[in-house]
């Protein structure tokens, strides 16, 4: 694709770009109204149909019709006991107002307490629809407190509830009312005007708004977790603002220079929107890896990257240039005073620079044993998944949670299943025998056997912990699996499969852990490729890929410290976690390599050709960093804020993700850029260009366009001294 050609269209016929842009958003908002909500789940399913995948297939099949309880009421007093007969009727009571809510299909007989104080009602809801959950919801508000009795509600569907809640509070308290205005205040003190300031964050909202259009035709057909909403946000303003942030510097840049408006909108696409085509390029492969893993929650958190990924990218090479057409100078209006009026090489960063270039191998050696440091405590990573234990206390599903847990420790709302497919003698006679088994182990409650109403299949279904994704509740499936069904069919033939939310989410940990190293050789691979085709150099692509990977291990090692590990927790206003989520190492790898692809790639060039026009690599070095600093310091900066709006919200998983992603990106622009990148390439020298004979014939990607000649006859970057976008 010639950006260059691209550009200088869609500057001549502004009004069809716009309107196409348009037509797309009314389109895409049309799409997300008709077919969004109801695509989206908060289930977590497996592709690689495993043992609890196959079981819960088989519960489905032959109990289909069966009522199981979904949720469970607790009924507590601090003074009456459970035999007391205003305890008696105040449950009656409570059992008759929820069957006029019209949620509940049926109530199951009371169970008391081991202590007398408190009563559990299982319950079956009608439909597992959001309006029978809020009803019962509202229902545990207003009664919670009368006379002296704490009312509490949990359960499978009401944490599902909640989960959502949150997931929306985060999107709309840490993204919309944190990132975007932390966002706008960098672009301001970048750019010193609000008319630029403003336009990335257009970009960033058109982006998003298409991309949820595009995202809501997929799950029409595909099943996408909730949280793909969430990402799409974050990435899409993230990625948005940096593409938008390249171009427009390098517009404005250009008409200093004296380029007529559209020539340097031409100048702009040659170099700016062709390095923003590259890098977006390889963000969406590196997303491609993610597409590999067998879960629809990493297949629907790749799928929201990549669609709004490749938005970003088409936005920003058609939409941006027709904008700056129509906008012209006026894109510096409204200054901001004493911000914005640096240009070209930065004198602290290029200081910086040539002082570790004095001292390479010591700058080296001390920045590399300060990640290494910082990675070490990823060793100690344990991965899990954020269970209702991990929701705010505000919650109705976890002010269950600690209900349950106090009064019932092991009558679980969302129990552990073992599914036979058999109908005969047999296998009733070993389901029974399991169920001995499991009444006489402490971490589960009272087993139920049930036959199928076909009369083909047993069903064990046994509470096994308050909150499903426990360390105890998985360390009872475990043994249920290791130690209780193997002792129970033994001898029997017949295949038992464990399965329930618990199962479920160790065999999903599992396919994290089997995918990971398949998902680093990928992505590794692929930047290794990229980089040598742009830069005809493996030293230049290897060292890069180290540096990566020194970044983002510390980010793994910062991430277990603080969550697992409970320092520093409290004071960043963090939720200390047993676990890491299983899917944010794999995430966390594959985001940060695409998004570190942009800075590399137009860092690495401004060396590349400060070097082919003076033939000194110390110089080209320093020079490269220097004026290259302040656009990519301010993406930096915009990226870290976008996540850091993650990181201040209430579910633990997206507080990991946005904190590493943040700490990562800080470490590649403060240590890694600064310090490894010059004191590495200062030591190599000559050898930094160095690709081997038998690799001459491949084909050399110009990223930054410099030997594209506009209509004026002069070259795009034959200026070495003019800073690159």
């Given at each position: 694709?010639n ?12 009004w069809r ?5 348009i037509?797309?958003i009314i ?10 909500g109801?695509g989206l ?8 149909r495993p ?13 289909r019709?069966s ?7 607790i009924?507590r007093?601090?003074e009456?006991t ?5 305890f ?5 009571e ?6 006029a ?23 079956q ?20 407190g ?5 009312v ?9 509830h909640?989960?959502?809640k949150?997931?929306?509070?985060d999107?709309?308290?840490g993204?919309?009312?944190f ?7 960098v672009?301001v003190?970048?750019?010193?005007a ?21 995202t809501?035709?997929v ?6 977790s909730?949280?793909v909403?969430?990402?799409?946000t974050?990435?899409g ?6 593409y938008?942030l390249?171009?427009?510097?390098r517009?404005?840049e250009?008409?200093?220079?004296g380029r007529?408006?559209h ?11 062709r390095a923003?085509?590259?890098s ?8 491609l890896?993610?597409l590999l893993?067998?879960s629809?929650i990493?297949r629907?958190?790749?799928a929201?990257?990549?669609l ?6 088409a936005?920003?090479?058609?939409l941006?240039?027709?904008?700056l057409?129509l906008l012209?100078d006026?894109?510096n209006?409204?200054?901001?005073p ?7 090489e930065?004198?602290?960063?290029s ?5 570790v270039q ?7 050696a ?11 405590p990823a060793?100690?990573?344990k991965?899990?998944?954020a269970?209702?234990a ?12 600690l209900?349950?847990e106090?009064?019932f ?5 969302i129990?552990a299943e ?5 109908g005969s ?9 399991l ?8 971490d ?24 499903p994704?426990s360390?105890?509740a998985?360390?009872?499936v475990e ?9 129970a069919?033994?001898?029997t033939g ?6 329930g939310t ?10 994290m852990?089997?995918w ?5 050789a990928?992505?590794?691979?692929l ?6 085709l742009?830069?005809?150099?493996i030293?230049v692509?290897a060292t890069?890929?180290?540096l990566?990977l ?16 409970g ?7 963090f ?17 940060l ?9 137009f860092?690495?060039s401004?060396i ?5 026009a003076?033939g000194?690599?110390?110089d ?6 220097g ?8 993406a930096a900066?915009?990226i870290?804020?976008v996540?850091?709006?993650f990181?201040a919200?209430?579910l ?5 993700m ?16 600064s ?8 030591l ?14 491949l084909?050399h ?5 410099p030997?594209?000649?506009?209509q004026?006859g002069?070259?795009?970057?034959s200026?070495?001294a003019?800073?690159?976008?």
């Open positions: 694709m950006t260059e050609s691209l550009a200088r269209a869609t500057a001549r016929h502004p770009t716009i309107a196409a842009w037509g797309a389109v895409a908002a049309a799409a997300v109204a008709a077919f969004l109801d789940t908060t289930d977590v399913h497996l592709t690689n043992e609890s995948e196959r079981g819960f297939e088989l519960v489905g099949e032959h109990f019709g009522s199981f309880t979904t949720e469970v009421a009924i007093h601090d009456l459970v035999r007391d007969p205003a008696q009727q105040r449950v009656e409570l059992a008759a107002a929820a069957a809510t019209g949620a509940v299909a049926r109530a199951d007989r009371p169970q008391a307490s081991p202590r007398g104080d408190a009563v559990l009602i299982p319950l809801l009608e439909h597992p629809e959001a309006t029978n959950v809020e009803r019962l919801i509202e229902l545990v508000g207003a009664e919670n009368k006379g002296g009795f704490e509490a509600l949990t359960g499978s569907f009401t944490s599902d909640d989960f959502n949150v997931s929306q509070d999107l709309k308290n993204e919309l009312r990132g975007v205005p932390a966002a706008m205040f672009l003190l970048v750019f010193g609000l008319v630029a300031s403003g336009l990335p964050l257009l970009l960033a909202l058109v982006s998003i708004i298409v991309a949820l259009g595009l809501a035709l799950s029409a057909g595909f099943e996408l909730v949280f909403v969430n990402m799409l974050g990435m303003l993230a990625l948005g603002i940096d938008a390249f171009v427009v510097s517009f404005r250009e008409r200093e220079a007529e408006k020539d340097a909108i031409a100048a702009a696409g040659a170099t700016a929107s923003v085509l590259f977006g390029s390889a963000f969406v492969l590196a997303m890896g993610l893993v067998q629809t990493m629907s958190l790749a929201g990257a990549i709004v990924g490749t938005v970003s990218v936005a920003a090479v058609t941006l240039p027709a904008v057409s012209g006026k894109i209006r409204l200054r901001i004493y911000f914005g009026r640096s240009r070209g930065s004198r602290m960063w200081a910086i620079v040539r002082r004095t001292r390479p191998a010591v700058s080296l001390l920045a590399a044993a300060v990640l290494l440091a910082a990675a070490a060793l100690t990573m991965i899990g998944a269970g209702i991990t929701l705010p206390d505000r919650l109705t599903s976890k002010q269950g949670y209900a349950l106090r009064s420790p092991t009558a679980g709302a129990p073992v599914v036979v497919a058999s003698a047999e296998a009733r006679a070993a389901s029974e025998r169920a001995v088994r499991l009444d006489q182990d402490p589960f409650g009272a087993p139920n056997v049930e036959r199928s109403p076909d009369g083909e299949a047993f069903l064990v279904r046994v509470p096994v912990a308050a909150d994704l360390d105890r998985f360390e009872a043994r249920l699996r290791a130690v209780h069904v193997p002792a069919f033994a001898g017949l295949e038992a499969l464990v399965t618990t199962a479920q989410n160790i065999d999903y940990f599992d396919v852990r089997h990971l190293p398949i998902v680093l990928f992505v590794l691979g930047s290794f490729l990229l980089l040598t742009a830069f005809r150099s030293v692509a890069a890929i180290v990566n020194l970044s983002v291990g510390a980010a793994y090692g910062l991430v277990v410290a603080v969550f697992q590990h320092i520093g927790a409290g004071l960043l206003g939720q200390q976690a047993d676990t890491i989520e299983a899917w944010v190492p794999l995430f966390l790898f594959a985001v390599f695409g998004l570190s692809m942009d800075y590399q790639v860092l690495l401004r590349r050709e400060r070097f082919a003076t000194d690599t110390s080209a070095i320093a020079f490269g960093i004026s290259t600093a302040r656009i990519i310091t301010g900066l915009i870290v804020a996540f850091s709006g990181a919200g209430d633990v998983m997206f507080q990991q946005g904190f590493g992603i943040a700490v990562a990106l800080l470490i590649d622009a403060t240590i890694v850029r310090v490894l990148v010059p004191a590495v390439m200062q190599l020298g000559k050898w930094n260009w160095y690709l081997p004979r038998w690799l001459e014939w084909p990607v110009e990223v930054e366009g030997h594209t000649v506009l004026d002069g070259p795009v970057g200026n070495p003019r800073a690159n976008a």
